[in-house]
């Protein structure tokens, strides 16, 4: 009885939403045909087949998807109330705001001091870092040259005053300048991510440098706490995101219209052609040149891509990714050090995304930066991006940043909000295939893929990262 039950709520369900959806396209199609009334009762049904879902399904993930139809339905039929909903938007990212500089510090002294005695990785900890640097590079050349071919932002009309009266990039000595602080609370409390970066690594360096245990454990332990709070912290902040996803959908489209989504779902494509490159052309040569048996690979990584595809966090994913390379081959000492580290500085779907969205802002506003200015872009988010640790909708905030940094307007960060779901469930799932791969890289390199070889501190490093 409780089968059929739900058999006819599931047949409920798809009902409405099919014939909402439906009734879309012939409205699209043959304008006019049909009466207002009957389309926007349509619409409205096809909403409660979708509320109905979200509240079978229970959870975050599925209500964020929900709320998005929602948006975009109240706004398209409650444009002049739609607007007023900007409120709700601005504080959600307000409220990420407020983790990206504890956020930054905590896990980035953690992954610097935290598994990095400087003179005990040796040989691993520069190869390490010169293919992070390496890999994320090319991932922010392959999405700069996606959203240059696909031109996602163009023909976008901002709402009046949203455009900056002049949007160009700072020069070459402002950039390099602005990146080192002055005064670190001064930083924070401008939100200067750059800035807060430098600090961290800088800090990260010299905690790791002392030669007292027990002093570096006190900092090492508060450091370690304040990551976790903050990971918590997020989680919390996540379960306004529905409200925020769909106020910030329903805003745009009584502002714009629904044209709008056909730019929205255009970046969407482009994003996925880009990262299905990346992976094709970047992640898999590598893995074929380095005689990794892919198939062995894919089974290995599938779970935790799945958890980070689902969870929409890398680092949801990272205790199961860690285990799973273990398995596959990789030892433990490396497990421990190249994937809690790579997690600040190997974030591949993360930085190519950046790059995309950078540029697709910047498009939105009408600004035609040039190549220059472009690849000095680049050279910025590969320091901002530095630090992500996967934690959902942090690249939001990394982008805020940059968009201030070369005068562009927040008002298509708020357009890439409404499906910015979507798009962190392809990067965070290619950020985790990169970080598993980079673990195998390094391996082979030290020649010793295949081994077991535990040890004592490398448990330790493990706990902290887990």
């Given amino acids: 009885m409780m089968v059929l039950k739900s058999k006819v709520v599931a047949f409920t369900m798809l009902l409405l939403v099919t014939q909402a959806a439906l009734f879309v396209v012939i409205e699209l199609l043959w304008a006019g045909i049909l009466p207002k009334e009957a ?5 409205w049904l096809g909403v409660a087949g979708v509320t109905l879902y979200c509240l079978r399904k229970a959870s975050l993930t599925t209500w964020i998807f929900g709320s998005m139809v929602i948006g975009a339905t109240f706004g398209y039929d409650f444009p002049h109330v739609a607007v007023e ?30 598994h990095s005695n400087l003179k005990q990785v040796g040989r691993m900890g520069w190869k390490s870092l010169l293919y992070f640097e390496v890999v994320t590079t090319i991932a922010l050349v392959v999405g700069l040259i996606a959203i240059n071919i ?10 009046a005053g949203e455009v900056p009266l002049e949007a160009k990039a700072q020069g070459w000595e402002e950039v390099i300048l602005h990146v080192f602080p002055e005064n670190i609370a001064k930083s924070i409390f401008e939100g200067q991510i750059l800035q807060i970066v430098i600090f961290s690594i800088l800090f990260g360096i010299g905690l790791a440098m002392i030669a007292d245990d027990k002093k570096k454990h006190t900092l090492l332990a508060f450091a370690e706490s304040l990551s976790e709070a903050m990971f918590n912290f997020t989680r919390v902040i996540m379960y306004f995101a529905p409200v925020g996803v769909g106020a910030a959908i329903a805003f745009t489209v009584g502002e714009m219209g629904l044209g709008i989504l056909v730019n ?6 482009t994003l996925y052609v880009a990262l299905g490159i990346f992976l094709l052309g970047v992640l898999l040569p590598i893995a074929l040149a380095l005689k990794i048996p892919i198939r062995k690979f894919i089974r290995a990584i599938s779970e935790p891509v799945s958890i980070a595809f689902a969870t929409t966090s890398s ?3 990272l205790p199961k990714a860690m285990e799973a390379m273990e398995k596959f081959g990789v030892p433990r000492k490396i497990v421990a050090f ?32 040039s190549l220059q200015d472009q690849i000095l872009m680049v050279l910025t988010l590969m320091l901002t991006s530095k630090g992500v640790a996967g934690v959902p909708r942090a690249s939001l905030v990394i982008l805020m940043g940059t968009a201030a940094t070369f005068n562009l307007p927040m008002a298509p960060i708020f357009l890439i909000l409404g499906i910015d779901e979507l798009m962190d469930m392809a990067r965070t799932s290619v950020n985790v295939i990169g970080n598993c791969l980079a673990t195998c890289v390094v391996a082979k390199w030290e020649g010793e893929f295949g081994l077991e070889t535990p040890q004592p501190e490398a448990e330790k490093a493990v706990e902290v990262a887990a």
Avoid: C, H, W
């Avoid at 909903?85 to 935290?114: C, D, E, H, N, Y």
């Avoid at 929205?264 to 494509?269: P, S």
């Fill in 315 to 317: 680092e949801a994913a």
């Fill in 85 to 114: 909903l900007k409120v709700l938007s601005q504080v959600f990212l307000r409220l990420i705001k407020t983790i990206i500089a504890p956020l930054l510090f905590g896990t980035l002294v953690v992954g610097i001091a935290g």
């Fill in 39 to 43: 389309l926007i009762l349509s619409r």
């Fill in 150 to 159: 696909s031109k996602a932002g163009v023909g976008i009309d901002l709402p």
């Fill in 264 to 269: 929205l779902f255009k970046l969407l494509a």
């Fill in 338 to 369: 190249v994937m809690p580290t790579g997690y600040s500085f190997n974030l591949d779907g993360t930085t190519l995304y950046l790059a995309l969205a950078a540029v697709f802002v910047a498009q939105a506003a009408g600004v035609d930066m």
